[in-house]
């Protein structure tokens, strides 16, 4: 069984035990939280479409640092993220750099 009836006001997600107060809205939990998910791009599966997000997010967002190869899904974000790096890196030698991104 995919839930159990705790009380006639309480269902149990078989998978993580979490309660709900109805049977939709378990329902909804697990096709939220269990469903198969298949990334578009490269075909990823995990389970839940959060996870899926996040995936995609790391792996597959349009703007990327070519320092970290982390991934930002928008501009501004690798940008504020560029600053940060731009103040703190460090060279072989020891000394702080200053790095151009522009």
Do not use: W
């Amino acid at each position: 069984a995919l839930y159990t009836i705790v009380r006639a006001d309480v269902f149990r997600c078989s998978t993580c035990y979490m309660s709900c107060g109805t049977k939709l809205s378990l329902e909804a939990h697990m096709n939220k939280a269990h469903i198969i998910a298949t990334c578009p791009k490269c075909d990823f599966q995990c389970e839940g479409r959060d996870a899926l997000k996040k995936h995609y997010k790391i792996l597959h967002a349009p703007y990327a640092c070519l320092t970290c190869r982390k991934h930002f899904p928008e501009n501004s974000l690798l940008m504020e993220h560029l600053e940060e790096i731009r103040d703190t890196f460090v060279n072989s030698s020891g000394d702080n750099r200053r790095r151009s991104y522009e």
